[in-house]
């Protein structure tokens, strides 16, 4: 069955980079894209960007450039977001997701499955 | 402020009929037929119900419905079930320059 294990809870400084892992099992891992998709506290879901895990092509969100990076690691088919200059509003669940479009050039919008979310805290 | 506006509530009785509303422009929603649909019970994952406007997932309930008239596409649950109740996301592709957007999510309350 596919699966999308995310690592573990982090607590960062601001000004500080975390690195979140995402990885899957279940299906072939080059076929499909990642989307990375975040949740404030109490608040609606913010897609950050998508990755090819067949070409590393990635997009991210316009409001993240430059402080975002996404690659993929196809021998252990695990996915990986890092963010940096974290500031407080960076705290967030962060959640990989499968774009099952299988699109190449670019993301789509149906993520049917996801990881169960990494909390990351940004807190002096 | 999210790129596509939902209410942020709804709410019906047990066997009832409810539609969530998402409003975009002609720049996402209005332009591609690839709207999504998530389903967000609290403290769990988004969960996939609907894509490309009104198509299911296998094991989606066909209680859940997609459709899309102009800017506009919503999400209808026919029969409501308490098990329903909980957080509703849509998302649309938005072209090459902003790519995904969600709305800001409606809070399903089954009276």
């Known amino acids: 069955q596919v699966q999308l294990v995310q690592s573990g809870a982090e607590v960062k400084k601001p000004g500080a980079s975390v690195k979140v892992s995402c990885k899957a099992s279940?299906?072939?891992?080059?076929?499909?894209?990642i989307s990375w998709v975040r949740q404030a506290p109490g608040q609606g879901l913010e897609w950050m960007g998508w990755?090819?895990?067949?070409?590393?092509?990635?997009n991210y969100a316009q409001k993240l450039q430059g402080r975002v990076t996404m690659t993929t690691d196809t021998s252990t088919s695990t996915a990986y977001m890092e963010l940096r200059s974290l500031r407080s509003d960076d705290t967030a669940v962060y959640y990989c997701?499968?774009?099952?479009?299988?699109?190449?050039?670019?993301?789509?919008?149906?993520?049917?499955?996801w990881g169960q979310g990494t909390l990351v805290t940004v807190s002096s | 402020q999210s790129a596509l506006t939902q209410p942020a509530s709804v709410s019906g009785s047990p066997g009832q009929s409810i539609t969530i509303s998402c409003t975009g422009t002609?720049?996402?929603?209005?332009?591609?037929?690839?709207v999504s649909w998530y389903q967000q019970h609290p403290g769990k994952a988004p969960k996939l119900m609907i894509y490309e406007g009104s198509k299911r997932p296998s094991g989606v309930s066909n209680r859940f419905s997609g459709s899309k008239s102009g800017n506009t596409a919503s999400l209808t649950i026919s029969g409501l079930q308490a098990e329903d109740e909980a957080d509703y996301y849509c998302c649309s592709y938005a072209g090459s320059s902003t790519d995904v957007v969600f709305g800001g999510g409606t809070k399903l309350t089954v009276l």
């Open positions: 997701a499968r774009d099952s479009s299988g699109w190449t050039y670019g993301p789509g919008t149906d993520f049917d499955y």
């Open positions: 279940g299906y072939t891992f080059t076929s499909y894209g």
């Open positions: 990755i090819s895990a067949y070409n590393g092509n990635t």
């Open positions: 002609s720049s996402d929603v209005g332009s591609y037929n690839l």
